[in-house]
């Protein structure tokens, strides 16, 4: 009834390509966009940001970045955990290092040096295809964190081991450190989620991001047809690398503030990650961000409710964690295995005829 | 002799004993590989699943005592028995079958013919399910295990290196039963996979589904038997880690260990998995006690997979595994 | 013998060139498995030149030995009078040869027109941070080789499947969306393996009048593997006839047809 894509042709291939080609779904975006930009800033406090909205957007960008990976090229990892950890020392000594430069281009330059390393880390994807390439991810995974832990040098030699996020301030607002204000840190997040999505967009609707999915679809014939598998494979471990990277640094500055690298980008960091982005739909950029929010908000919900409401005691529900977890990418590999993203669609395309039969 | 040599000995027997352990567990991933092309993700949280199941049922501790004492406030714990090691090996042998079938009815049987990587995600999602299942039921605080099984130095060879060396080598008994165990059973399963009806049905299976299926051997009886197998090769597992360091969560982590054992040697080989479990420990133990200082130790973190990764850029099916010649 | 290297006209009006591909004693082994033993012919420009022959003859590893996906370990390719060196199969598409599969190699996550549009590749040089930008160069790239593919769509008639997803398609169509990838890259010349395959009469008349087409239109060199003989008989201007890896019968449809050892091991004898 109101969601309608009738009389609304497209007369230029230019819009044909568009991201959000039914007039319905455009204004939904741009009021997403408003109430994220302009309305949510002023409603929020300390706890909604930093248990939801923070951990939301910037796993969201770890998604979308693992997401080019593995749903768009079909190079598994698991070693997101360690490259998040490369953005997270990156950032630290940089803001160690050179406190003058501002945080925003210590994000970026983290990005792209865990970007360096995760090409590094991906160059045996040229010989080496599906498990045992998962497999191999992990010996970056593994090596990367104990390198932060045992070099001093990543962690300027303090006797914790512990890394701290310096005070940073961006036009005078402090965003890191412990008198940071909540929705200070929520809109830099939120700039970097934004602008990092529209690239991930325009990266998969394009010629690389055909390229990707033709090396994730039939390899060979897609060496046949002309696409370099170095040049494509590599790409992808770059942008993705970029994209860790940079939720790793923003993890690390402006959501913990403090990270001990064991605890924080272990192996779990990696499976956490896969986990989002197979619930939420491989090779979809809204499916990131819907696994992102899924796997924040339930672990959130369940302690809500289990341990503020029914009374639990924690461990419980931490173990109920894992078997809901467990049983639901079970459920969702053999029920819907594009994930939520897929069952946005469908609904979707339900919607566009509702209320008619067909 | 040089001291240093004298040691790198012990530690070269130790890691042969590691490497037999690691054979040990990745040998269950060969056995479901080999006949379902699953990469079962879940071994190791299969292993530690039944040696807890093992210690609960010995120490007669109440399945889910900790849930139901949230739910209905009571505050029971054990069933105040204690049952000798062979109930309880029989026990949860039963209850690893029972774990297959369900595994096999609620799980595998929907994912038939779907892609490599989507069974192995679904593995992993099975591992964290009965990782939180089995902590629920059995509780996830460290248990000891004791089957009977001698550990300790070994006296005999302790008194025989000093006689020789001077020094006399510290070997525990535990790794002694633990090579002869894994030697026996993988022979047997050689034998069975070699030689037997179901071992060959097996073979079928893992090459093609639809084929096997054509000649009339049922999928679902392959796999119930396959996961069973794998079900026990992990309890054999679980007992000889659990007696060593206690049955904890750490346990499930040598799955992880498993994964450059089965890249070294293949991932559809047998023996391809106890050559790689061999060289897999040797080479940890050796790195360690030669480069380790030198680094600021700790490398068995990461070695086994980095030694595994450089392997497969020269040679990526393994040291066993089938070469794929691609065809378009 | 025509001397290959003079071009002449054929009775329908096309014009055939001089030699712009020649195989010289290729051999091709897999292990102990000898799959192309000692084979040289040539494909002039502009014409139709069919591969036939029994099954396991070595016809698709000839294919793949030309489009570089295989490297014969004995013998030379010969590209527009130049000798081609070992290269990888992205370097050979790049020099302008694009072919069709004989198992379907279509990227069954993408849509029709997604497909397409990677046969585009070569064409579209927008580097990453362009395209990661998208407005400018990287869309206007986007649209202008649109515009190609939707002239390609319109010729092979695949309109209104091309936002569907390939894998939901019949199997004639997908054959149809491949032949339509390979003509996106605007080769030299266009390798077919088997391009009837499982197609009822109509849809070989179709696939006929396609081929032709595009021969006539673009003067595109063509070379295809074919079991249909009538097909191989109406559209082809020479025929190299495989057995067991070896050459066993070369030159027009009529001399092929005539050919004793080509009856005896593949033909066959009209019983009529």
Not at chain 1, 238 to 248: E, K, M, R, T
Not at chain 3, 87 to 104: C, D, E, S
């Amino acid at each position: 009834m109101f969601y309608r894509e009738a009389g609304d042709f497209k007369t230029t291939y230019k819009d044909d390509n568009q991201t959000f080609p039914i007039k319905f779904d455009r204004y939904r975006y741009y009021a997403v966009m408003f109430a994220a930009f302009a309305v949510i800033p002023f409603l929020i406090n300390d706890y909604w940001v930093n248990a939801i909205f923070l951990p939301f957007l910037i796993y969201a960008i770890a998604a979308i970045g693992l997401n080019i990976l593995v749903g768009y090229c079909g190079q598994v990892s698991l070693g997101t955990g360690g490259f998040m950890a490369v953005g997270a020392y990156a950032c630290y000594k940089l803001m160690t290092g050179f406190p003058d430069i501002n945080l925003f281009f210590h994000i970026i330059i983290s990005g792209g040096i865990t970007a360096f390393v995760c090409v590094l880390f991906g160059l045996p994807s040229l010989r080496i295809k599906g498990f045992y390439l998962a497999v191999a991810t992990l010996a970056a995974q593994f090596f990367l964190v104990w390198l932060f832990n045992r070099v001093p040098w990543f962690y300027n030699n303090s006797a914790s081991g512990q890394i701290n996020a310096p005070e940073r301030s961006l036009f005078d607002i402090t965003i890191t450190g412990p008198n940071a204000d909540a929705w200070a840190k929520y809109l830099f997040c939120l700039v970097f989620v934004t602008v990092l999505a529209l690239i991930a967009r325009n990266l998969t609707r394009g010629t690389i991001g055909r390229t990707w999915m033709a090396i994730r679809d039939m390899d060979i014939a897609a060496e046949i047809i002309g696409v370099n598998p170095l040049k494509a494979k590599i790409s992808a471990f770059a942008v993705s690398g970029f994209f860790v990277g940079v939720s790793g640094a923003l993890f690390f500055s402006v959501y913990l503030g403090a990270v001990e690298v064991g605890e924080v980008f272990g192996i779990n960091k990696s499976f956490l990650v896969l986990f989002m982005i197979i619930i939420g739909g491989l090779g979809s950029i809204f499916g990131s961000f819907a696994g992102a929010a899924f796997l924040v908000l339930l672990p959130v919900f369940l302690k809500n409710v289990l341990v503020g409401g029914l009374g639990w005691p924690t461990d419980l529900a931490a173990h109920l964690e894992f078997l809901i977890i467990g049983a639901l990418i079970v459920i969702f590999l053999i029920a819907e295995p594009h994930g939520l993203a897929q069952l946005w669609r469908v609904a979707k395309e339900k919607l566009r005829l509702w209320p008619f039969p067909h | 002799m040089s001291d240093t040599f004298i040691f790198g000995m012990e530690v070269f027997l130790n890691g042969l004993m590691a490497g037999v352990l690691y054979a040990l567990v990745a040998l269950g991933f060969v056995l479901i590989y080999k006949a379902s092309g699953i990469f079962n993700y879940a071994q190791g949280v299969m292993a530690l699943f039944a040696a807890m199941t093992l210690v609960g049922i010995m120490e007669g501790r109440v399945p889910f005592a900790h849930l139901i004492n949230a739910l209905f406030g009571t505050q029971i714990h054990h069933f105040g028995w204690h049952l000798p090691a062979v109930f309880g090996i029989i026990f949860t042998v039963v209850a690893m079958a029972g774990f297959a079938w369900c595994v096999q009815k609620f799980i595998f049987r929907h994912l038939v013919g779907q892609e490599p990587i989507i069974l192995f995600m679904a593995t992993i999602g099975l591992a964290y399910f009965l990782e939180g299942f089995g902590d629920l039921m059995w509780g996830s605080d460290i248990k000891k295990l004791d089957v009977g099984l001698p550990q300790g130095i070994n006296l005999l060879i302790d008194e025989t290196t000093f006689g020789w060396f001077g020094y006399g080598f510290f070997i525990d008994n535990l790794d002694i039963v633990a090579t002869v165990i894994a030697a026996l059973l993988v022979i047997s399963l050689i034998i069975f996979a070699q030689y037997t009806k179901q071992g060959r049905a097996m073979r079928a299976v893992a090459d093609d589904h639809q084929a096997a299926l054509s000649v009339g051997i049922s999928l679902n009886f392959i796999w119930v038997m396959v996961w069973s197998l794998a079900g026990f090769v992990a309890l054999v597992a679980g007992i000889m880690w659990g007696t060593k360091s206690g049955v904890q969560f750490s346990l499930s982590l040598i799955a992880l260990k498993a994964l450059p054992v089965l890249m070294l040697g293949g991932f559809t080989s047998i023996p391809g998995a106890i050559v790689g479990g061999l060289i897999i420990g040797v080479g940890e133990k050796m790195f360690e006690f030669l480069v380790g200082p030198l680094v600021g130790g700790a490398t068995e973190n990461w070695f086994a997979y980095v030694l595994a990764l450089l392997f497969l850029v020269f040679r990526p099916q393994g040291l066993f595994g089938e070469k794929i010649i691609e065809r378009v | 013998m025509l001397d290959h290297s003079e071009s002449y006209v054929t009775e329908d009006g096309r014009t055939i060139g001089g030699v712009v591909m020649e195989m010289k004693n290729i051999t091709l082994r897999f292990g102990g498995v000898v799959a192309i033993k000692d084979i040289s012919f040539d494909i002039r420009e502009g014409e139709i030149r069919a591969i036939i022959g029994p099954n396991g003859a070595g016809k698709s590893s000839m294919l793949n030995v030309i489009s570089g996906f295989y490297n014969p370990q004995e013998g030379d390719v010969y590209y527009k009078g130049a000798l081609r060196p070992p290269m990888k199969p992205y370097q050979v598409a790049r020099l302008g040869i694009a072919r069709t599969f004989q198992n379907i190699a279509l990227f069954e996550g993408m849509t029709v027109l997604d497909n397409i549009m990677t046969g585009r590749l070569n064409h579209m040089k927008a580097g990453l941070f362009a395209q990661a930008l998208w407005k400018g160069k990287a869309e206007a790239e986007e649209v202008a080789n649109r515009e190609v593919v939707e002239k390609i769509i319109d010729f092979l008639e695949i309109q209104s499947i091309r936002k569907t997803p390939v894998g939901r398609l019949p199997y004639g169509l997908k054959k149809r969306v491949e032949l339509a990838r390979a003509l996106a890259a605007e080769p030299s010349i266009l390798l077919l393996d088997e391009p009837m395959a499982g197609m009822n009469v109509e849809e070989k008349e179709d696939m006929s009048r396609f081929i032709l087409d595009v021969n006539d239109e673009f003067g595109t060199t063509i070379a295809l593997i074919e079991h249909d003989m009538g097909v191989v008989m109406d559209l082809s201007d020479r025929v190299v006839v495989m057995d067991y890896g070896k050459k066993i019968g070369d030159g027009t449809p009529d001399e092929v047809r005539n050919n004793q050892a080509v009856i005896d091991a593949y033909l066959g004898v009209s019983h009529d």
